[in-house]
């Protein structure tokens, strides 16, 4: 079966700081990972995935994130981050046989 | 590309009314995939449609049903409505080459 854990329900952050949103997964099976994007009162919006490949992945708005097979982890990153990045962000994990598991989301607060 | 609809956008049910929710995936994708967001509990996986056919269901009662349409399209139907039920309701359809989920914007449920 499996798993993933979001490791911060909240993070907040200042406007142009860096930011990390952790993500570990579990799995026996090899998988695809991705990270999803909620704005208020939204559905949910890809930010970028994993399929394979090379381990660090960029997105949209900047972001980036890194598949670490031997940790199982597929952290969120990103530079510097902006007001309008105030959002829930939602890691997920697929089997590869349509069935996809989400964490429980990370909500990013950024204060000016 | 039209993206993933749903509809309507919001709905207002008292206890025990039943609810139908509606989804039209983006053409081309036959998977529809339903998740349950309540308020601090994530996405909890509901069902799983596919070429018609029910493929998986979350731990759910059964009084949370659904079906697809020979159109792809798919509704979802809560009977006995309970005041938990209250939630924002997500449609997501499946780009099966790359296992991506689409979502649409949701369907708020309020039971009162």
């Known amino acids: 079966a499996q798993s993933v854990t979001q490791l911060d329900s909240q993070v907040p952050v200042f406007e142009e700081a860096p930011v990390e949103l952790r993500c570990n997964y579990s799995?026996?099976?090899?998988?695809?990972l991705f990270w999803y994007v909620q704005y208020p009162n939204q559905g949910l919006q890809l930010l970028l995935k994993?399929?394979?490949?090379?381990?660090l992945v960029k997105g949209i708005n900047g972001f980036e994130a890194e598949f670490n097979k031997s940790q199982t982890s597929f952290h969120l990153r990103k530079p510097s981050v902006h007001i309008s990045d105030t959002a829930e962000y939602f890691c997920?994990?697929?089997?590869?046989?349509?069935?996809?598991?989400f964490g429980a989301g990370t909500r990013l607060f950024v204060k000016a | 590309e039209a993206g993933v609809t749903q509809s309507p956008t919001h709905l207002i049910k008292t206890r025990g009314q039943q609810a139908t929710l509606r989804c039209s995936p983006i053409s081309g994708h036959t998977s529809v995939y339903w998740y349950q967001q309540a308020l601090g509990l994530g996405l909890q996986f509901l069902l799983w449609?596919?070429?018609?056919?029910?493929?998986n269901r979350g731990n759910f009662p059964p009084r949370f049903s659904g079906r697809q349409f020979p159109n792809y399209s798919s509704e979802l139907n809560v009977n006995a409505l309970e005041l938990e039920d209250s939630a924002l309701y997500l449609c997501a359809s499946l780009r099966d080459t790359s296992y991506e989920q689409y979502f649409g914007p949701g369907t708020r449920l309020t039971v009162t």
């Open positions: 449609y596919d070429e018609g056919e029910e493929r």
């Open positions: 997920a994990v697929s089997d590869r046989g349509f069935k996809t598991i």
């Open positions: 994993y399929l394979s490949g090379s381990t």
């Open positions: 799995s026996s099976v090899s998988v695809y």
